[in-house]
């Protein structure tokens, strides 16, 4: 130890000297992060884009780095409180995440870019609705904050060759769809694939529950504005428990996460799986064994889904033209076009210039949604922390422990609970 | 003859039954150590064949299915995205940082503690027990603040003082019991020849505890590798952040890349398997010299 002792420390005290290299760069930088996968539609576009943001301007330096879900999720506020910003980042949507550090005031308002870029020309009211927030972070009234270049939506993905072989064509009605799921289970298939213990299993029933669902109750729904209506969840459960019954569904999906029941899909075991667009580009770029589609689960008006997470501008942003400008390129039709191309889910692509099948009914079908207004956003937003109970009381569901009218009772005590306290 | 015969002839009768009944025995336990093996070895196994599956092989067939072809395309991707020679040199330069620091913080504290006569040392010891059971997620707010207002927020320096004091707060409990053990005689005999308090540590107490300094070493060096929230939330810049935080590259917000995440853990825990291969002679000796005294 004598001898090792001292030659660990002198180890470490060049280590510290290491480390106080902090890069002071000079002259004009420009730090970008976003924490979507390199290769997702997103990441694919966004990187395109910033190549040529960085050729319009070759005398900036334009440092980009890919950031972590998780890592935002623990450390955003307090990453935009200090001077380590970023110039602009990609930042999570919703009260809890966005909503909070624009009450906290740590990000650059964006109502007067909003006009004078041009952008209210490309975003509608209804793709606006989670950039604004008011005073206390609550979304969908006050200024702009952040500007999404992207959708996102539930949908039912279908395996088109399972269709095709058992004679069922696309259902646009539940019964349509139920009279599916009987064919498959007459042929000893299990149709659907559900991630009960995971965010499929919510989204599913979500889904139910918008099929009676009117502007009034998700208006209220989201708003927290009125003690639960429990009646379009009663629906859900008691489809979801004959679903269930009928063998729709496997028995094993309770402690299911989304990854096994994607794998139920994709495998080819299962011809339905219903979950988010967010799946596209594993989906296009892995299953090579059939054709598959998506369709939309038959409801009203609403559907889940949302536009995608935000750019956001920091308080002490030192190129906030830039930012304004790399928003811009995004929100063009040429990166939405390539957005789409690249299997994403774009707001003002160019239809004629969209060659990959995946992407254009994507875009079309998030504009069919967003047109009518009919973003029912996810259910586990009005309530801090409702994502582990709607998972929790989904399982206890389907594990037969909790009847329908209790899986309503207890999801409606808690959200009663926060609807009283606010 | 016939003597010597029935002499010699029921020993080994005797001798059989038992030889009979150990050898089912330890066909039984080594059994058990096989399976107990296998449960060990299954989670770096999967690691192993999914790092190296081809991705429509996983989508086909799942975690458990045997690759049809090996591929080490995760393996590459995931080296180049997260930029892990980078992250690896961070790592080490953390880990080895902390464990050199917080022994030798532990050490002194120890020494005090255990061999010096402080007043209320048992008392000062349970708050250190009680600090090491504090929750970090409480904690990190005042260390972010803290970091900040001396300008040492995003920079590898705060994790290794932040994570040294921390783990020290373990090490000096632990180095001060086995230093309340410590033989007086020892002690006396260097004070009487003369030894100041600097000399008894240097000369007598850290050559004779050198192993068990090695094991907490060794320790604090794997748990500062294995540490998730202090540096996700203290390194923001990719090129300071450590081998765990790499991790969470290949889970996404709603999705996650299986064979990508499996590489991932595979380059994770080598660095981990390696060090403790290498550093496995002193953990044991360690042990043993703890034991025998």
Do not use: C
């Not at chain 2, 020290?168 to 180095?175: E, K, N, W």
């Amino acid at each position: 130890m004598t001898t090792t002792l001292p030659r660990l420390a002198l180890a470490a005290v060049s280590a510290l000297t290491l480390m106080s290299s902090a890069a002071l760069a000079q002259g004009t930088t420009f730090n970008i992060w976003w924490f979507e996968g390199a290769e997702s539609a997103q990441g694919l576009t966004w990187t395109k884009a910033l190549e040529e943001l960085k050729a319009n301007h070759p005398d900036v330096t334009v440092n980009f780095e890919q950031k972590t879900f998780d890592q935002m999720q623990q450390s955003g506020s307090m990453i935009l409180n200090s001077a380590e910003a970023p110039d602009i980042l990609e930042y999570n949507k919703g009260n809890a995440t966005a909503g909070l550090v624009a009450s906290q005031g740590l990000l650059t308002n964006l109502d007067e870019a909003f006009t004078a870029e041009g952008w209210d020309k490309i975003l509608n009211e209804g793709q606006l609705v989670l950039s604004r927030y008011d005073e206390l972070g609550v979304y969908g009234s006050g200024s702009i904050w952040g500007i999404s270049t992207y959708g996102e939506y539930v949908s039912a993905y279908y395996n088109i060759d399972a269709f095709e072989k058992a004679g069922v064509k696309v259902p646009t009605t539940l019964e349509e769809l139920t009279a599916a799921f009987d064919v498959f289970k007459a042929q000893g298939v299990t149709p659907l694939a559900l991630g009960g213990a995971s965010t499929s299993g919510q989204h599913l029933l979500a889904s139910l529950a918008y099929t009676k669902a009117d502007d009034n109750w998700v208006n209220n729904y989201q708003g927290l504005k009125a003690p639960l209506d429990g009646a379009p969840y009663l629906y859900a459960a008691q489809t979801l428990t004959d679903w269930l019954a009928k063998g729709y569904i496997t028995k094993d999906s309770t402690g299911m996460n989304d990854d096994d029941a994607a794998l139920q899909f994709t495998s080819g075991q299962s011809p339905v799986y219903v979950s988010g667009t967010w799946n596209l580009g594993n989906f296009s770029a892995n299953i090579k064994d059939f054709k598959w589609g998506q369709f939309v689960i038959p409801t009203p008006k609403f559907s889940v889904g949302s536009t995608g997470n935000l750019w956001v501008i920091p308080k002490g942003s030192k190129s906030p033209e830039l930012a304004r400008e790399f928003i811009s390129l995004l929100l063009s039709t040429k990166y939405q076009t390539e957005q789409a191309n690249n299997g994403g889910v774009s707001f003002g692509a160019d239809a004629a210039q969209v060659t990959n099948p995946v992407g254009a009914n994507a875009s079309a079908v998030f504009k069919q949604i967003a047109d009518k207004q009919g973003l029912g956003f996810y259910p586990d937003w009005p309530v801090p922390g409702f994502y582990d109970v709607l998972n929790q009381k989904d399982t206890g569901l389907l594990q037969g422990t909790l009847t329908p009218e209790q899986f309503v009772d207890e999801i409606k005590t808690v959200y009663d609970d926060a609807q009283a306290s606010q | 003859m016939a003597n010597v015969g029935v002499l010699t002839g029921t020993p080994a009768k005797v001798a059989r039954p038992h030889a009979r009944q150990r050898a089912p025995m330890r066909w039984v336990v080594l059994g058990l150590l096989l399976l107990l093996l296998a449960f060990t070895l299954f989670p770096f196994f999967l690691a192993l064949i999914n790092a190296v599956k081809p991705g429509p092989d996983y989508l086909r067939g799942g975690p458990l299915s045997i690759p049809t072809s090996i591929q080490f395309d995760s393996i590459i991707k995931f080296w180049g995205q997260a930029d892990y020679s980078r992250k690896l040199l961070n790592s080490v330069i953390i880990s080895a940082s902390v464990s050199v620091l917080a022994v030798i913080i532990s050490l002194f504290n120890a020494y005090a503690l255990g061999i010096g006569r402080v007043r209320g040392s048992t008392i000062i010891l349970a708050i250190l027990l009680l600090g090491t059971m504090v929750p970090q997620e409480s904690i990190v707010y005042p260390i972010y603040w803290m970091a900040k207002s001396v300008g040492l927020y995003d920079t590898q320096l705060a994790v290794i003082i932040v994570l040294a004091v921390l783990q020290s707060a373990f090490g000096t409990y632990l180095l001060s019991s086995v230093m309340s053990t410590f033989p007086r005689e020892i002690l006396e005999a260097a004070e009487i020849d003369g030894a100041s308090r600097w000399q008894v540590l240097t000369l007598v107490v850290v050559p004779i505890m050198q192993p068990t300094l090695m094991v907490l070493g060794t320790f604090f060096f794997i748990w500062t590798w294995n540490e998730f929230l202090i540096p996700v939330i203290m390194l923001i810049s990719n090129n300071n952040q450590t081998v765990s935080v790499a991790m969470g590259l290949t889970r996404g917000q709603n999705m996650s890349d299986p064979t990508l995440q499996a590489a991932a853990g595979l380059l994770g825990i080598a660095p981990t398997v390696i060090f403790f291969l290498i550093f496995q002679r002193t953990l044991t000796r360690g042990i043993v010299a703890g034991a025998v005294k």
